[in-house]
């Protein structure tokens, strides 16, 4: 497998992880920006732009691209996160395209969990709903530290992430990453505790996590096309869990409704 990882300089945390990943792991520089890994198919790109907006990475040639950024948060909780990427409306203030899901890499994605799980220091770990840009149509997913400014910048820390990023694609690309279902995740906040949960205890692998604020429209109406968008982007989907305190009774049964007309089972969290 050919996995490209993506850090840019204009993002702190991001140049931070770039800067330990080639130090520690024998990244050789190929070109200006470009540094790849002897013996194994895996390439560090450190870009001038901000990640999110790097809507060129499918042009990397990668089966996989990894992005390594700093992680932003209105109430400054330190968090350590994965995520896939999309909007679930028409706004695309953050990269992407409106209403459009780039593609997922939910077993990837669980790998990255498990490993920040595995950092020490009393910081959480969680996936967050899907989110932002860019858009791709190669499987992707975001690696972020932060939620204060301290721990943006705090370099320990992105040494650490950086060992936990790695040791993330060298899993994938040994094919060695354990799971149990390949889900999707329906409901609740942007945080999604439950789902985290699931991922770490019982090995569901998501691929795209649908918040409450993203089941209905602008209009008020439901959002179900996005979510038939997530279904049909999921490969080889297995089972929709569905936060049900999380989502009210009527939109509840529109989501079952499609899920139904899918053919995908749910189960409740």
């Known amino acids: 497998m050919r996995i490209a990882i993506v850090c840019s300089s204009k993002d702190t945390a991001s140049a931070n992880m770039a800067e330990w990943m080639i130090k520690e792991n024998g990244f050789d520089e190929k070109e200006r920006g470009t540094f ?160 985290s949960a699931l991922a770490s205890g019982r090995g569901y692998a998501f691929s795209y996590i649908m918040p409450k604020y993203g089941l209905r429209r602008s209009d008020g109406s439901a959002n179900l096309s996005m979510l038939e968008q997530a279904i049909e982007k999921t490969k080889d989907l297995e089972l929709a869990v569905i936060e049900w305190k999380g989502v009210d009774a009527v939109t509840r049964n529109g989501v079952i409704s499609m899920l139904d007309e899918k053919g995908v089972e749910y189960e409740r969290a």
Request: with cysteine; aromatic share 8%.
């Open 36 to 195: 790849v890994l002897e013996k194994e198919d895996i390439t560090l790109y450190r870009i001038d732009e901000l990640p999110w907006t790097y809507d060129v990475a499918d042009s990397l040639g990668a089966d996989l691209v990894v992005f390594l950024s700093q992680h932003a948060s209105s109430e400054g909780i330190p968090a350590l996160t994965a995520h896939s990427l999309g909007n679930w409306n028409d706004e695309n203030k953050f990269g992407g395209r409106p209403n459009m899901l780039a593609a997922a890499a939910p077993v990837p994605m669980l790998s990255a969990l498990k490993h920040l799980g595995k950092i020490d220091g009393g910081i959480r770990e969680t996936y967050e709903a899907t989110h932002h840009g860019p858009f791709l149509n190669t499987p992707c997913f975001f690696m972020e530290m932060g939620g204060s400014s301290e721990t943006v910048a705090d370099k320990e820390l992105a040494r650490r992430v950086a060992g936990s990023a790695f040791e993330t694609v060298l899993e994938i690309a040994d094919d060695g990453v354990e799971y149990s279902k390949i889900a999707i995740g329906i409901g609740g906040g942007h945080y999604p505790a439950k789902f």
